[in-house]
């Protein structure tokens, strides 16, 4: 199968995308709109791109229903400041929650029944219910399209870390304590139980 992305259309592309992308780590954002107005959404196109400054990223799509720009990446603009929050499984359902396409108006906070806590060096609450936040300040948005399903990249540097003392030793995370979920295509998610390792090999080693 070969294919070429200009002679089909957007939304197919856009599932080839999330089905061949996977698994997705989930970006749980907490934003702040300039009137107050608390917004919480997920995102799975989200990685970390630099240690030193440690400095992550997410990307917010234009929606595709309506062409409009998401109150995420409106917030992120207008205020510089955003928290990422990690998703674990036993609040999966109420970051699903999150994910309806609210009015601008609409605390997600409020709809999903999550509780928001203050952060300590940005305006953005992080989740009481994850395991760990990261409070970011906004370092550039780079728009790759405005056309609907078309994405921004968001960068933000990591300000302050909040881990849960029960997963954390040596700066290692536990999985098995964390729970993390991740995305595969259309409804589907993934757990982090069935874990294997590989030590990296140095140059020179024989296979």
Do not use: W
Not at 111 to 137: F, N, Q
Not at 144 to 159: A, F, N, Y
């Amino acid at each position: 199968m070969i294919i070429n992305p200009p002679e089909h259309d957007y939304r197919d592309i856009y599932k080839l995308m999330v089905g061949v992308i996977v698994p997705r780590p989930i970006a749980f954002v907490s934003t702040i709109s300039e009137d107050g107005i608390r917004n919480l959404a997920p995102f799975s196109f989200f990685t970390g791109i630099s240690a030193n400054p440690p400095v992550i990223c997410f990307s917010p799509m234009i929606r595709g229903s309506d062409g409009a720009r998401k109150d995420t990446l409106r917030n992120c603009e207008a205020t510089k400041e955003f928290v990422v929050n990690v998703v674990s499984e036993e609040f999966a359902e109420r970051m699903n929650i999150c994910s309806v396409e609210y009015p601008p108006e609409v605390d997600e906070f409020e709809m999903s029944g999550l509780t928001p806590v203050a952060s300590d060096l940005v305006k953005p609450p992080r989740v009481k219910e994850s395991h760990i936040s990261m409070e970011c300040r906004l370092v550039q948005i780079v728009e790759v399209s405005s056309k609907p399903l078309g994405g921004s990249l968001v960068m933000g540097e990591v300000l302050r870390f909040h881990v849960d003392d029960a997963l954390f030793e040596n700066y290692k995370i536990d999985p098995d304590k964390l729970h993390a979920i991740g995305r595969m295509g259309g409804p589907t998610y993934t757990r982090t139980t069935d874990l294997f390792d590989m030590v990296r090999p140095k140059a020179g080693q024989s296979r």
